[in-house]
């Protein structure tokens, strides 16, 4: 039996509220005290360790400031008759005696993990619901034998439920499902998969999963997380939970963002993706790279008027060399010009050497013939010789050596000669070099098959090139003599003194505790300066604790090569279905992630549905073309609709009037098109209805949207209008991409197709 009380229910008989204005009087202390703190440390003039320490206090405050709304929403009765609050941050007394406890400190597990059947020693679990600073009303859940039902907060879940959606994904602290519990507190060694049917809850586990462990794991804590995405759009709409979880320490990224200075925001064919998103594509990288040290042949080499020939097997001798350092490429190439330079010293002295003899020679013949004189006249004195000059018998000092090394390398001619044979490099240079040229291609190992979709197209990289540009980065090594200019060295120093403090804060854990009144992991985590991680992010030899990817079928093997580099511990959370993944057709998770992680991953599938099974209902034909062992979720509320329309004329027209319809009936609508139609759909409604958005740069934010169902991948609105079903089925994706546009919507969803309806949707009942 549950008891549930909302606002009216006498003046606070429960003490709840007295205790929330408690809760909030500390917050607000904690807050100011941390202020303080801030500003006397940035009273104390400028210095990197006051703007570190300034930083990490922000971040603190940033933390504080999440918590206000919803800052206690749960309480745990122990049968033995201690209580615990639950809320989004922890607190102590001024005496250090806890308050509030973080919803991810382990004491609060039961408030999730709890159930009638096992109650892990308590007797009640209570639910507070609030408004800004007022509770509006308490739900109390009896823990016991025959007691309550499967879900946790039940009417605080369906309140955020039956809210509108706001284009944002919300951080869900309160209402947690204990399956999802199950996937946040998971262990946070190796692959986590978290699977399940359409609007499982799958991206919201993964989100708050990374929360847990930025808040339990000091490693992770410290060198924070990446959530990589389908789309900018995706990114935008999970962006705030984190943050609104108190969490900066993260960076979001799509995979076209994910190398340094470049965005790889060109469209690439299908081709183009299966081609560079192949595992094989990593030997090809690795030969171009080899390819361009040495030379197989003879090499000329003009100096001072001379000519000089390099001979391949010397050539080879010093590229040898430099391998064997193991070093990347930029950095072996100074071993290689050392051994080429002293090749060519060589070379040079012996020529000199040569030429000297042939002098000396002449000499020779010229004394003979002096003394063949002296002979004929013994009586006059041989002539005093002057030695002048250094002994030049071929062999250098090491000084003279230099020297000449030196003159050699300033003379353009031989310079470019040695720079041939071993490039200084950009990952940019090598792949445009590379992609320009079918001969380099051929060299590089690539099947003839497969030249023309790696051959350089116009309007610059795509997110298929990034992880082969991130390839070629690790073999090739950033260029040493690279001057770092004023902004790079203050960033280096700005890492170099974070590292360093860092290691502090890791020895100093208990004093950290001391500093900031709290709860101790949480003090541990704020101690940690997290505002420059975004700058370190930039850095790619940063490597993070630990990556969430969404819609992880989207990943070729090349991606998911980076991501292993970016999280060398493989400590990850995945979300996704292979099978809904076209473009790498991989079959099931094993054989997406075997390659990389090996056997260290791990499944955990979500069971219960957040969307309105009516919904599910009309999109369960199209999920199962793709899977047939498909089944709908179980859902967690009731209702919703869902139709099709036959439109015989103006497609454009009828959309439009539908999504007046459907924005009259209230909530955020979005339209899902296929990529030829989106453009004037979003013309026209925008015509029509001024808070419309649509194109590259959607803002999920407007009360309609214009989608294609690449952009709609993991996206949510309350009501969906799916246009042209047939025409999204013609593409080799089209079930999948069906099947992603069907389940957008939470409560509404209707079908608009010209002629007959596709086969897998005529069960939906027509309007
Ligand atoms: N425990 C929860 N309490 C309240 N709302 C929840 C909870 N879990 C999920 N939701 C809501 O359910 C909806 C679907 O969640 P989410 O987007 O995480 O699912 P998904 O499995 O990633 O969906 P899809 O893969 O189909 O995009 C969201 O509106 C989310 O806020």
Redesign the pocket.
Known sequence: MRDQRGPGAGDDPTGEQEHLDGLYRRLDEVRAATRARRDAILATGPGLERDEAGAALDDRLDRLDAAEPALCFGRLDGVDGRVRYIGRVGLRTPEREPLLLDWRAPAARPFYAATPDRPLGLRRRRHLRTRGRAIVGIDDEPLGPGSGGELQGERA?RD??AARRTGR??E?PA???RE?DQVVRADPGGVLVVQ?G???????AALHRAAHLLYTDPVIGRRGVLVVGPSAAFLDYVGQVLPALGETRVVLATVGTLHPGVVGAREASAAERRVKGDLRMADVVARAVRNRQGSDRDVEVVYDGDTHVLGAAAIGAAVAEARRTGLPHNLARRVFRREILAELSWLVVDAGRRLLEDVERGLDDELARFDDLLADRPDEAPPVIEHQGSDVDGLLGAHEREHLERELLADPAVARAVEDLWPLLTPEQLLTDLFADPRRLERAGVPAADRAALALPAGGWSPADVPLLDEAAELLGADPGADAGPAERLRRERIRFARQMLAQADLLGERADEVLPDDRADAEASARPARDLAERAADRTWTFGHVVVDEAQELSPMAWRLLLRRCPSGSMTV?GDPRRGPAHAAASWGEVLRPHAGSDWRVATLTLG??APAVIAAALPALEATDPQARPPRPVRTGGTAWRRRVDGDLVGAVVEAAGQELAAGGRVGVIAPERLAPSIGAALAAAHPGTSSGPAVDLRRDAVVLTPEQAR?L?VDAVLVVDPGALLADPAGPAALGVAL?RA?ERLGILHPGEAPALLRHVPER
């Open positions: 879940l955020a439920l994904l919300r869900v209402t947690l499902q999802q399940g359409p609007g499982t809850g799958t991206t919201t979300t957040y969307r993991g949510e389940t939470t």
